[in-house]
């Protein structure tokens, strides 16, 4: 396992989300600096989960609603943009402190979404995250991949981005 080093363990900060109630699994891993929060939906195909109290709001009821009706949300997503997120997510929140643009496919910041990948997944491998190899592949370590795990692909037509 390899090391973070100190000039990036000091200027960012990694998270990891898997679930918020046994009926709310969504994978994501992240890193945030200064200057760029770097989101990896690790399930992005499927919807992102709803928790009970939140479903109930008069809030997220209204959202529905007018999803329904074809209304405006008064709200810079749409409900299937809520629900369905893109594997990638980048933000600038210098400029973009709500995070409303997402830059992930903007080559412009390509150079900066390589190098937070990069250290994202420097992070997993030094927490022994399970979910290094998502959504790609499944991380084997048993067996004869006991001495030298490695990601194994599913077969899923997704492809391994680092």
């Known amino acids: 396992m390899s090391r973070l080093s100190s ?29 760029y929060q770097l989101i990896h939906n690790l399930n992005f ?9 939140f479903f109930a709001s008069p809030t997220f009821q209204d959202l529905l609603e007018r999803t ?3 209304q405006p ?8 943009e809520y629900y369905y997120r893109p594997q990638w997510e980048l933000y600038d929140i210098r400029t973009d402190p ?11 910041y390509a150079l900066i979404f390589k190098s937070l990948k990069t250290q994202l997944n420097a ?3 030094i927490t022994a995250d399970p979910w290094i190899c998502a959504p790609h592949g499944v991380l084997e370590f048993q067996g004869k991949y006991k001495a030298h795990p490695r990601c194994l692909s599913l ?5 391994n981005e680092l």
């Open 7 to 35: 000039s990036i363990s000091r200027t960012a900060i990694f998270a990891s989300h898997d679930l918020h109630e046994c009926t709310m699994y969504y994978p994501m891993r992240s890193i945030r600096t200064h200057e």
């Open 45 to 53: 195909l499927m919807p992102f989960t709803i928790d009970q109290d």
């Open 68 to 70: 329904r009706l074809g």
């Open 73 to 80: 949300l008064h709200w810079y997503k749409t409900l299937k």
């Open 98 to 108: 709500r995070e409303e643009v997402n830059l992930a496919g903007n080559e412009s």
């Open 123 to 125: 992070w997993q491998n």
């Open 155 to 159: 077969e899923n037509g997704l492809k």
